[in-house]
């Protein structure tokens, strides 16, 4: 089974990379342009690098100056500090997710009042929130703390992950058949020890796919927020960067747009982890 | 026993999103290097670029680095900026100091309400062009009538609105306007004959593209370039910006200022003087862009600074003038212009920086740079 899926797999990946390269070969170099409108984009080399050309750039250093790194080596290391910037604001929009979906669940007055909030709250475009999220942190410091500009990265990413979770795990704390809570109630067990016993367990269907949800928002909302407010060190600031030589060294930008792929990949897989370690409770599995 | 393995597999889940959380944590930023161990007497002062680093800001990153700000008492952060960072609204917001913003982007801010000076024009001369490949036989404005011509928009089009309309094209019906991304492979593949280009940035990205005509770079040769200060639209460019209400009631922050201008023309000084070094500063200071383009951008930026008719950072008053003059007159394809009125006295001030040349000009500093004679740089493919 596993090896089956693992063959699947590479085979999707080859399929696409095929794919490009058959586009490349077959379509016109200048696209194919109907009445001003382009049905099909370029194929030159400077729009649609070959993947050898890629890989090729990748291996070189990232500039002629002395001690340049490899370009591989500076993407992963890009990598590497995008992912640890939306981990850390996965794990804040879990908590808030998780703690408003509890609020929610526990009042419905709460429910009435937050979640007509919630759903409104992703309708903000990102690009207007993520200079003011910059600014309102700057506001923030005391002797020993200073408001970093990866801080305000992860608030953004946290803003976009936390809003499946919450809807999810909701879903999933009201799950419960009227059976099993009237049971615990005729027991006279509190909110809090039926909320650890009963709902959250039955939470766990629907909590999964959530979480695979907010990992994608995380990791797309670290990097448009890289790229927003110009943060240094990550995969976001490497696009913009290599984005402005897109004509005179069109593959070198390629590279980060895989490492882009490649957080993903991670934030994923980190997730069917945790869907592993919950086997047990996911008996029927729900998408949210 | 199966217990046992779930809680071992748990601890691990928990492991990884420890070490996810950490791996953040430990992310410095380069932009805020430590300075002065144990000198508690530096005031901090912040900076606020309006792009990320690059050599267009190599004095500021040379005086920190090499110490000038420190000598003058300060201790600067410099902050970069992504594609939505307003450099004015973090100077309005106090959460910087000074701010680094072409003036017909400040200009209508303005106007709006925010209350900020020029306090030293560091750039003189515009750095952007409109480029064409000789074939389309582009060498003056009035040659962009019927053609595609490329603006980025969003403040950066107003000296090409300026200059053809100058030249009596009718900017609605006699050009056809093609949106430019930031690469320039919309001009390299013939969707738009004449190109927006800064000097020390797109002209010589195109100038390390290969020319599939004949395998090698593209040359001078190869382009005509309109100079927007040749055609007299050019507007002024990187400024210096403070808080004008601070200046007025706040002297400390008015000596301050004196004291920043001062440290920051220093740093240019050096960047004129050793452009290769200043290159290399930035690099280290976390440019991405290539070792040769980025030594092309130090020489074509001391290019727009020097010679200086002034003393550089002084602002002319007729360069001003032109610039709040097309500010108020010329109208781009949405119809509007950047401001309806003269901007108040205070929107620039020779004050400051006029106190930095004096004491400058008394330390034996050539603030004029009447010798100054550009490097030529070779490009490499790419820039690299």
Redesign the interface.
């Known amino acids: 089974m596993t090896a089956r899926r693992i063959v699947l797999g590479v085979a999707g990946v080859i399929l696409l990379a095929v794919a490009w390269e058959l586009y490349k070969a077959l379509a016109p170099a ?1 696209g194919l342009v109907i009445g001003g409108l382009t049905v099909l984009p ?1 194929t ?1 080399d ?2 649609m690098p070959h993947l050898w050309t890629m890989l090729g750039r990748a291996l070189e ?5 002395a001690g ?1 790194p490899l370009l591989v080596v ?1 993407t992963l290391q890009a990598a ?2 995008s ?6 604001g ?2 804040v929009g879990v908590v808030v997710g998780v703690g408003l979906a509890m609020l929610m669940q526990r009042f419905r007055t709460a429910e009435s009042a937050l979640l007509p909030w919630i759903v409104l709250s992703q309708t903000v475009p990102l ?1 207007a929130i ?2 003011l999220v ?2 309102w942190g ?2 923030l410091h005391t002797e020993s703390f200073r408001w ?3 801080m305000s990265v ?1 608030v953004i990413a946290s803003y976009l992950a936390f809003f499946p979770v919450a809807i999810g795990a909701l879903r999933g704390f009201e799950a419960p058949d009227a059976a099993h809570r009237d049971l615990f109630r005729s027991y006279g067990v509190g909110w809090w020890r039926s909320f650890v016993r009963l709902r959250l367990p039955a939470s766990v269907p629907y909590l999964v796919p959530a979480l695979r949800l907010a990992a994608a928002n995380a990791v797309v909302g670290t990097v448009v927020a ?8 990550g995969i976001g ?2 696009i ?10 069109p593959a ?1 930008q390629w590279s980060p747009i895989a490492g882009a792929v490649l957080i993903g990949l991670v934030a994923a897989g ?1 997730i069917v ?2 869907g ?2 919950l086997r ?1 409770y996911r008996r029927a599995e729900v998408t949210a | 026993m199966r217990h046992s393995i ?1 809680i071992a ?2 601890v ?2 928990v492991g ?2 420890t070490a ?8 410095s ?3 805020s290097s430590p300075s002065a161990g144990g000198d508690g007497e530096l005031t901090p002062v912040t900076l606020q670029l309006q ?3 690059q050599a267009q800001f190599a004095g500021y990153y040379a005086a920190r680095d090499l110490g000038y700000y420190q000598d003058e008492g300060l201790d600067v952060t410099i902050n ?7 450099p004015i ?2 100077l309005a ?3 910087a100091d000074y701010a680094i913003s072409w003036v017909p982007k400040v200009l209508g801010s303005i106007e709006q309400g925010t209350n900020v000076t020029d306090v030293a024009q560091i750039y003189e001369r515009s750095g952007t062009t409109q480029i064409s490949f000789k074939d389309k036989d582009i060498t003056t404005a009035a040659d962009l009538k019927g053609k595609k011509v490329g603006s980025w928009g969003y403040g950066n089009q107003w000296e090409l609105f300026a200059g053809m309309q100058k030249a009596g094209i009718d900017t609605d019906k006699d050009i056809s306007l093609v949106q430019q991304a ?4 919309g ?3 013939g969707d738009i004959d004449a190109a927006q280009a800064m000097t020390y ?1 797109e002209y010589a ?2 100038l ?2 290969i020319n599939p005509a004949t395998g090698k770079l593209y040359t001078p040769d190869d382009l005509n370039v309109i100079d927007w200060n040749d055609e007299g639209t050019a507007m002024l460019q990187d400024a210096i910006w403070a808080d004008a209400d601070k200046l007025a009631n706040d002297s400390a922050y008015a000596d301050q200022t004196v004291k920043f201008i001062k440290a920051s023309i220093k740093g240019w000084l050096y960047a004129r003087d050793h452009p290769q070094e200043t290159a ?1 500063l930035v ?1 280290k200071d ?9 030594l092309w951008q130090t020489n074509e930026v001391n290019k727009l600074i020097w010679p200086s008719t002034s003393g550089i950072g002084m602002i002319n008053q007729d360069e001003w003038d032109q610039t709040v003059d097309i500010a108020k007159n010329t109208k781009d394809n949405t119809g509007s212009t950047i401001i309806t009125a003269d901007p108040p006295s205070t929107a620039f001030s020779n004050e400051y920086v006029t106190k930095a040349l004096d004491e400058l000009k008394s330390e034996g500093e050539d603030v004029l740079g009447t010798d100054f004679t550009p490097l030529t740089v070779t490009l ?5």
């Open positions: 200048d370029r030159s400077a729009a250093p990232v500039s002629g100056a340049s500076a590497a500090f992912l640890g910037v939306a981990g850390v996965l794990l690009i993520a200079p910059k600014r700057a506001t970093e500009d990866w992860a890289e790229v927003s407010i110009g943060l240094n060190g600031r490497m913009i960067v290599f984005g402005q030589s897109g004509s005179a060294d070198k980190v982890l945790l592993t370690v047990r | 779930r597999a748990s691990g889940a990884i999103a996810l959380a950490l791996t953040g944590c430990s992310g930023t380069p932009g792009w990320v680093a970069e900026a992504g594609t939505d960072t307003v609204d973090e917001a106090g959460n930031f690469d320039m492979n001009f390299l593949a940035n990205q195109v390390e593209s290399d690099v976390g440019s991405q862009l290539g070792a040769s383009h980025q490499k493919e790419g820039g690299k």
